[in-house]
């Protein structure tokens, strides 16, 4: 476990990004066999692609995405300042559950992550009041949400996507990912974090990466934990229309 007031690790999401959730899945069944404390920190990919033209670089439904864990992000920020950081984990799992394990999403509207009925169901699951969702649109938390996205992307470097990891923060090591898309069983799991870890820890080391990835095994995606999901060359960690 960490010292008192410092979490073992620091995870960075977004709560609309489907790797991070499959990651953050992996670090709970991590925790609880390793006794870790988490921190749960904002990333958000609205804000770090803020430079970039939705329209030629990305699907259609992109904008309307990050907008929405924009806009959930928030909510979240809202709850850490009034209700403490230790509910953002539930938080997460709530929203996870019903925008990533609820699904598939192929012919909803865009953008459907961040509807306030969804948000209220999910804030009333983590025992917090509904009301919260008055802080969907509230633009002020944008700057706080900023600060702490360029945060994590100060221990990375900046070409990098979500989730972000940081061990034995402020002076351990961080990373991008890693990238999941099969949840390992509770057998795999530590076995999976030790050699990530022992990977990133090692002295020079920089990068380990290759842009192809199966779909994750989430309802959204329609791949059931029987299936391996299709390969797609998720270049810059996106499908960009274009690099």
Known sequence: MGAA???????????ICPFAWMTSKWIRIV???RDYTVDWRFISLRLINSHIDYDSHFPPEYEAQHSAGLRLLRVASA?????????????????????????PDEGREFGWQGAPALVADALAEAGLPTSLIEFLDD?????????ESDEALSLTG???????VHFEPPDGVAFFGPVISRLPDVGQASELWDHVIGLAKFP?????????????????????TQETGKVEDWHAGSRRLKK
Request: no cysteine.
């Open 158 to 164: 900046k070409d990098v996507g979500t989730p972000i």
């Open 31 to 33: 925790q609880a066999q």
């Open 5 to 15: 007031g410092k979490a073992d690790i620091n995870f960075y999401f977004d709560p």
């Open 204 to 224: 020079g080391f920089a990068e380990l990466k290759r842009s192809l990835r199966e779909r994750p095994q989430l309802p959204s995606f329609g791949v059931t």
């Open 139 to 147: 633009t002020t938390r944008d700057v706080e949400i900023q600060a």
């Open 79 to 103: 709850i850490r300042e009034k209700h403490g950081r230790a509910v953002i984990g539930p938080l997460y799992a709530a929203l996870g559950a019903r925008i990533l394990e609820a699904g």
